[in-house]
């Protein structure tokens, strides 16, 4: 039976972030645990490769439970099961959200320290970027970041965006998120920075860390409300790996609740309607899932403007060549290459929409290509939703996947700012600096106008953007599942450490801020293990 002072979860951008943080002291050893392969596939390196990886081996294979409020689909709903978890699957967008929505974390939710005064010098750590530096960004940090140089149709979008009213942005991780920019992407040297390629690649010579991948976790083992381990299914037999010190889970907003509940953490009444032991009644874990509700319209174009030219086989040898030779051109592009943050309410404090343009259609496991021609996409999502879904366990058997209900839309506010980033959308693509380059709108088409029938479109083929959180929320209140140190409540040697304790979804993408849990939870751990009396 193997040993190890701290063992790590998950090898997402959270878990591969605080392995290697702690595995930085050398008088302590590490265990960082995943699921999925090792991340050898090339296109997961490549930053177009994005475009293959939203479906697929490498992700978990998940639908959603019927969404009563989106014409009772099953929607696909990927999650990385690779080293580096969604962050080696991911578009590579590097954005944080708004100051106030950690401030918010730390007024209305009782997370003291986690304020953006508090975590603001956690993203500077981590971030290595290639142009920008100052009070608003890192360099030398382990996470690469760009701003690729964009294609023609990015440039034409952002300013189709000013020419709708918004001003431009070089930075959205600056002083202000408003405006139309270029996107700053986790790549360095034009290849994926993940967390698994910027944190734990640069750790994996370190003597205390052990990295096991393929290991199927079954459950927390608990013994007298202390976690003591993890049970992991080797060679078709159950083996214990104990935690001297510390159980860190990292496994996301969705595997992080499930093996919670698995292990007997979470509400009593339905564990035991499954048959699981109760090890501590935890009424909220798997409650307060939400997530990003994208609804795409998708244009044709006049001509082969797109990157949909490069279908075709000898459009793939020349790109694949200028990629070998100069790191540059499609290969080196994550497709997403621009966006917007803009208000459909003009009275919030913060935009409260957010936009990504894409240089290319059907680019998205569930949205439409256009045939033989070239096309883009926008895609659009109410930035904060209001609606709160679940994740619960089908049966005791961890070979179950769990029931992922995200309640899309299950709050009328969802659907009026959804309906409104639709209308901007068609307003954005019908500025002059776009229209010189569109055929015609494929998806929905011309016939969608009503308020009705955009109300029904984005029912229909609204999906995931593939940030989930809140599913084991941090709080100062007796109800919440981790206290602001990351512990969870009534159990002692165990925390939560990824974006499935956000008390509430950041205003952009979850991918940097799931790397600053890590970076705190690090900061936490150390600190305790600095006050532990010696010998303990």
């Not at 294609?151 to 009213?165: K, S």
């Not at 499609?330 to 919030?348: C, H, K, L």
Request: charged share 20%; glycine share 12%; with cysteine.
């Amino acid at each position: 039976m193997a040993a190890y002072d701290y063992i790590v979860v998950g090898a997402g951008s959270a878990g591969c972030t605080l392995a290697a943080r702690l595995s930085q002291d050398e008088h302590v050893t590490v265990a960082l645990l995943e699921a999925g392969p090792p991340d050898r596939n090339p296109y997961i390196h490549w930053p177009v490769g994005f475009y293959r990886m939203t479906a697929g081996p490498l992700t978990w294979g998940l639908k959603t439970a019927p969404q009563r409020h989106a014409m009772d689909r099953e929607i696909p709903y990927a999650q990385g099961r690779v080293l580096g978890g969604s962050g080696s699957i991911n578009a590579q967008i590097f954005t944080r959200g708004c100051p106030e929505d950690y401030d918010a974390w730390a007024r209305d939710f009782g997370c003291e320290g986690w304020s953006f005064a508090d975590v603001q010098p956690l993203f500077i750590r981590s971030e290595d970027n290639d142009t920008l530096a100052g009070a608003w960004h890192g360099t030398g940090g382990p996470l690469g970041v760009s701003t690729p140089c964009p294609a023609p149709l990015t440039r034409a979008f952002v300013q189709a965006c000013q020419q709708a009213g918004m001003p431009y942005n070089p930075d959205f991780n600056g002083p202000r998120q408003q405006g139309a920019g270029p996107y700053q992407t986790t790549t360095r040297g034009a290849r994926r920075c993940s967390a698994a390629a910027g944190y734990l690649r640069p750790a994996l010579g370190r003597r205390n860390l052990t990295v096991r991948t393929h290991a199927e976790i079954h459950r927390i083992r608990i013994e007298a409300g202390r976690a003591v381990g993890v049970e992991i299914m080797e060679h078709g037999r159950t083996t214990l790996l104990r935690a001297d010190r510390e159980v860190l889970l990292t496994a996301g907003a969705i595997g992080s609740p499930r093996l919670m509940l698995l292990s007997g953490l979470g509400p009593a009444r339905e564990l035991r309607e499954i048959g699981i032991e109760v090890a501590a009644d935890l009424p909220e874990v798997g409650r307060n899932l939400h997530d990003h509700f994208g609804i795409d319209i998708v244009y044709e174009l006049n001509g082969p403007h797109s990157f949909d030219k490069y279908a075709k086989p000898h459009w793939q040898a020349w790109a694949g060549l200028q990629y070998a030779l100069f790191r540059s051109g499609p290969v080196a592009s994550n497709i997403v290459e621009g966006g917007a943050f803009w208000y459909a309410d003009a009275r919030e404090p913060t935009p409260d929409l957010q936009f990504h343009f894409l240089v290319g259609a059907g680019v998205e496991a569930g949205v439409p290509r256009i045939g033989s021609g070239s096309g883009v996409t926008l895609n659009s999502y109410a930035l904060r939703p209001r609606a709160r879904g679940s994740v619960r366990l089908r049966s005791a058997d961890p070979r179950q996947a769990p029931i992922v209900d995200p309640n899309f839309l299950g709050d009328p506010y969802d659907l009026r700012t959804s309906v409104e980033g639709l209308r901007q959308s068609r307003d954005i693509m019908g500025q002059p600096a776009l229209a010189r380059y569109v055929r015609q709108e494929h998806f929905p088409g011309g016939h969608t106008q009503s308020l009705a029938q955009l109300e029904a479109y984005a029912r229909q083929y609204g999906r995931t953007s593939y940030h989930p959180v809140g599913t084991c929320r941090m709080g100062g209140d007796a109800n919440s599942v981790v206290d602001p140190q990351l512990r969870v409540r009534a159990i002692a040697n165990l925390r939560i450490c990824d974006s499935s304790v956000m008390p509430r979804l950041v205003s952009s993408n979850t991918n940097a801020p799931s790397m600053m849990i890590g970076e705190k939870a690090a900061e936490l751990i150390r600190g305790t293990a600095a006050a532990r009396p010696p010998g303990q």
